[in-house]
């Protein structure tokens, strides 16, 4: 299985919207992001030039109901 990717906060806002979610709106330097039909939102931090952390990342990943693996390709794309 290929590792999580280290990357800034933004990096990782793109991947989460390519899997269907969307920016509901921004509070101080954390995007907020909602899937339609659903009760649960992401909170991703976005700080210039700091990596976000991969216990976070693991966090919300399975809070999207994805896999590392699915998370990765929609990273990729």
Not at 15 to 27: L, P, R
Request: aromatic share 8%.
């Amino acid at each position: 299985m290929p590792k999580l990717p280290r990357a800034s906060g933004d990096k990782h806002v793109s991947a989460f919207k390519a899997a269907g979610w969307h920016i509901n709106h921004i509070e101080g330097s954390h995007y907020i992001l909602t899937k339609e039909n659903s009760e649960i939102h992401l909170s991703i931090p976005v700080h210039k030039n700091k990596i976000l952390g991969i216990g976070l990342l693991k966090k919300l990943i399975a809070k999207a109901g994805l896999t590392n693996d699915q998370y990765i390709k929609y990273y990729n794309k």
